[in-house]
T-cell receptor
Framework: DTAVSQTPKYLVTQMGNDKSIKCEQNLGHDTMYWYKQDSKKFLKIMFSYNNKELIINETVPNRFSPKSPDKAHLNLHINSLELGDSAVYFC?????????????FGAGTRLSVL | GENVEQHPSTLSVQEGDSAVIKCTYSDSASNYFPWYKQELGKGPQLIIDIRSNVGEKKDQRIAVTLNKTAKHFSLHITETQPEDSAVYFCAASYGGNAGNMLTFGGGTRLMVKP
């Protein structure tokens, strides 16, 4: 069983479209995250979310929004896609307790905006 | 916010040699320092982590050291093997209510030559 799973693995779309990436974790964690990895491999936090708090990295455009239907899922919605949104997006999860906050990552979704 | 610098960006070693990767961080409040290994086409995988109340931690061929005064931490891999070839990332965070948002270093591409 995959602990953190993302779908789709690859996403190719046109500029201006709206798309979603789904993430599910079966680890019983209470906190989930989205990270963006650019073409130079830089990994940057986008969001951190649990049922108490959403923390947004201030550099993330408001075209990006996380949606959590329940504790096990955190989906990423992107509106009006731009060329610069092309990257690999990783979902991760952890417990919020400071002594048990190891993050586990999904395999990533490679988004290509044409 | 936190800033993490990682060196070197690429490292080539002969099989059996040791590899050392170094990171510095800027926020003295950071208290959790994980290291991730990312293989081609996969998500980052935790290999070892250290918390601020510990100066050194070892797990078989991998060790991490932390100097809180100088705000730097290092990854040591001994007896390297070809399967150690990957991109390694250091990260730093301060645990909060919404888990911990990791700030990553720029990554080190390690190549182990057989």
């Amino acid at each position: 069983d995959t602990a953190v799973s993302q779908t789709p693995k690859y996403l190719v779309t046109q500029m201006g479209n709206d798309k979603s990436i789904k993430c599910e974790q079966n680890l019983g964690h209470d906190t989930m995250y989205w990270y963006k990895q650019d073409s130079k491999k830089f990994l940057k936090i986008m969001f951190s979310y649990n049922n108490k708090e959403l923390i947004i990295n201030e550099t993330v455009p408001n075209r990006f929004s996380p949606k959590s239907p329940d504790k096990a899922h955190l989906n990423l919605h992107i509106n009006s896609l731009e060329l610069g949104d092309s990257a690999v997006y990783f979902c991760a999860s952890s417990q919020s307790r400071r002594d048990k906050n190891i993050q586990y990552f999904g395999a990533g979704t490679r988004l290509s905006v044409l | 916010g936190e800033n993490v610098e990682q060196h070197p960006s690429t490292l080539s070693v002969q099989e059996g040699d040791s590899a050392v990767i170094k990171c510095t961080y800027s926020d003295s409040a950071s208290n959790y320092f994980p290291w991730y290994k990312q293989e081609l086409g996969k998500g980052p995988q935790l290999i070892i982590d250290i918390r601020s109340n510990v100066g050194e931690k070892k797990d078989q061929r991998i060790a991490v050291t932390l100097n809180k005064t100088a705000k730097h931490f290092s990854l040591h891999i001994t007896e390297t093997q070809p399967e150690d070839s990957a991109v390694y990332f250091c990260a730093a965070s301060y645990g909060g209510n919404a888990g911990n948002m990791l700030t990553f270093g720029g990554g080190t591409r390690l190549m182990v030559k057989p």
